[in-house]
């Protein structure tokens, strides 16, 4: 089926765990996002990536590591995960142009012990 | 640094009402504002603004931008319990990256 999906969907870790929170889109969309949203502070992004191989740092990105060797890919890695980074984690994808808006994923809840 | 300013937070209302939630924004350079519909996942895109004074419907939804005092309102008229959700409303502020900016959302409750 076309869309975004993650995985997984729920994850528990302990702190200084490594812990990756894959991304997949079927829509060939160039733009790709990652965000975070929490109580009291609704959706805040991560990173996001213009295209293969291009990717910037959003407003909370400490922490947070991406890459994107295919466009379709966007995995997101947490180094060493922190109590702190108890979220729910959302993907998303958007074409380019004016009039494209932010189609998004399922979201990952992600708790960190 | 862009701001975005949802009203309000949360609002409880009976089915049949006629419920308007508030967006205001600062960005630097506005290039359109999207509203969204959050249930239990993902969100789900409503509308798409980026013209002052014409109204996006869809349903019992509509939206529409005022572009010189920097706000938009998302009306639901007739309201039901599956409109029970958050709002988000988000501003992509410009250059070539597409980035959205969000507001906190306005929770919105419908009881029947």
């Known amino acids: 089926d076309a869309g975004i999906t993650q995985s997984p969907r729920y994850k528990i870790t302990e702190t200084g765990r490594q812990v990756t929170l894959m991304c997949h889109q079927t829509?060939?969309?160039?733009?790709m996002f990652w965000y975070r949203q929490d109580l009291g502070h609704g959706l805040r992004l991560i990173y996001y990536?213009?295209?293969?191989?291009?990717?910037d740092k959003g407003e909370v990105s400490d922490g947070y590591v991406v890459s994107r060797s295919k466009t379709e890919n966007f995995p997101l890695t947490l180094e060493s995960a922190t109590r702190s980074q108890t979220s729910v984690y959302f993907c998303?994808?958007?074409?380019?142009?004016?009039?494209?808006?932010?189609?998004f994923g399922d979201g990952t809840r992600l708790s960190i012990l | 640094e862009d701001k975005v300013v949802q009203s309000p937070l949360s609002l409880v209302v009976h089915e049949g009402d006629t419920v308007t939630l508030n967006c205001s924004y600062e960005?630097?350079?506005?290039?359109?504002l999207l509203w969204y519909k959050q249930e239990k996942k993902a969100p789900t895109f409503l509308f798409m603004l980026?013209?002052?004074?014409i109204e996006k419907k869809s349903g019992r939804l509509s939206s529409i931008l005022d572009k010189k005092e920097l706000f938009s309102i998302l009306n639901i008229t007739a309201t039901q319990t599956g409109d029970s959700a958050i709002y988000l409303c988000?501003?992509?502020?410009?250059?070539?990256?597409?980035?959205?900016?969000f507001g906190k959302g306005t929770l919105l409750t419908v009881n029947p």
């Open positions: 980026t013209s002052s004074g």
């Open positions: 990536s213009a295209a293969a191989d291009i990717t």
């Open positions: 829509w060939s969309h160039s733009y």
């Open positions: 960005v630097t350079n506005f290039r359109s």
């Open positions: 988000a501003v992509n502020s410009g250059g070539s990256n597409y980035k959205l900016t």
């Open positions: 998303a994808s958007g074409g380019q142009g004016l009039d494209q808006p932010q189609h």
